[in-house]
């Protein structure tokens, strides 16, 4: 959970506007572009590679360009209109959402060959019964079975559509860390939930 909850972080940052900079889209939010960082005994990440970021609202991206986003992290809307947004990346990071839970990567072969994404094999079973089966089996049973249908309902919302119906990254993190405050805590603090160290998450 402290993983998901720093990546969110970081895109909370990357889009932030409070300081009058203009926003950051990542573009390539996606599993290998995610370092663990093990420093100090603890388990949490870094976002690394701008290399296809933007800066601004949103921006039309030339044909010429290389597409932003990795296969099956890719926000379909990008791909139809040619427009990345904050909204792309809070796309991206429900693929990661999706990838986190059920340990299936994003894009995978098909039965016919091609390229099947993780969001068309397992959304229509998230949202008809939950994650229950969905679940990465080499957790066996260490696992938050509440936590993991939290998450996955935040994942569910992030891939909505149409990018007006996806919360911003500050919305997701929020989320993350209200529902996953407990699990984070234990990762930072051992066993002793400390309240002053929760209010700092959210």
């Known amino acids: 959970m ?3 909850h720093d990546v969110a972080s970081a895109l909370e940052h990357l889009h932030d506007t409070s300081s009058g900079a203009p926003p950051v889209v990542h573009g390539d939010v996606s599993a290998s572009n995610v370092l663990l960082d093990g420093g100090g005994g603890g388990s949490g990440s870094r976002l690394c590679d701008l290399g296809s970021s933007c800066e601004g609202f949103s921006a039309a991206v030339a044909p010429s360009r290389a597409a932003v986003g990795s296969p099956g992290y ?13 909204k792309s990346d809070v796309y ?5 959402l999706l ?3 059920t340990g299936l990567p994003a894009a995978a072969s098909g039965p016919d060959g091609g390229t099947a ?4 094999r397992v959304l229509p079973r998230v949202r008809k019964q939950g994650v229950e089966g969905l679940v990465d089996a080499s957790l066996g049973d260490d696992y938050d ?6 998450l996955a309902i935040i994942a569910v919302e992030c891939v909505a559509a149409q990018p007006g119906l996806r919360p911003t990254m500050e919305q997701v993190r929020a989320a993350i860390a209200e529902k996953a405050a407990r699990s984070i805590a234990r990762a930072d603090y051992g066993h002793h939930i400390q309240l002053s160290k929760l209010l700092e998450l959210t």
């Open 145 to 150: 079975v509440e936590e993991a249908g939290d």
């Open 92 to 96: 991206s990071f429900g693929v990661l």
């Open 117 to 120: 994404n993780l969001t068309a």
């Open 74 to 86: 890719a926000d379909p809307f990008f791909l139809r209109s040619g427009i990345v947004s904050k």
């Open 2 to 4: 402290r993983i998901v």
């Open 99 to 101: 990838e986190a839970i």
